[in-house]
Nanobody, 127 residues
Framework: QVQLVESGGGLVQAGGSLRLSCAAS????????MGWFRQAPGKERQFVAA????????YYADSVKGRFTISRDNAKNTVYLQMNSLKPEDAAVYYC????????????????????WGKGTLVTVSS
């Protein structure tokens, strides 16, 4: 069993930065592929970024490439999402998910493979 708790959301002006954290409970965190997703009001959940268990090559949605960075610290059971150059269209509830897989696949990026989800943290970007 893994419990995920996101934090770090808030209100930021366009062009600003935020760092989201997702703290995981459980001793097997290091064996999970982790992902960040977001959902804006009235829209479907959208893939943002994913990182495999050993922090190998991460994957990003095209809309955030070059602006967002996903990282993980297995010693702290935490995955991060550094968000720079934020835009109003980045505003959403951000969720982290944990998938019991070693590598990132298409299923990872759809969110369909996630075994556990956090409750989300709200990011608001003012223009």
């Amino acid at each position: 069993q893994v419990q995920l708790v996101e934090s770090g959301g808030g209100l930021v002006q366009a062009g600003g930065s935020l760092r989201l954290s997702c703290a995981a409970s459980g001793r097997t965190f290091s064996s999970y592929t982790m992902g960040w997703f977001r959902q804006a009001p009235g829209k479907e959940r959208q893939f943002v970024a994913a990182i495999s268990w050993n922090a190998g090559r991460p994957y990003y949605a095209d809309s955030v490439k070059g602006r967002f960075t996903i990282s993980r610290d297995n010693a702290k059971n935490t995955v991060y999402l550094q968000m720079n150059s934020l835009k109003p269209e980045d505003a959403a509830v951000y969720y982290c998910g944990a998938e019991g897989a070693r590598e990132i696949t298409i299923t990872t990026m759809t969110g369909g493979g996630m075994d556990y989800w956090g409750k989300g943290t709200l990011v608001t970007v003012s223009s």
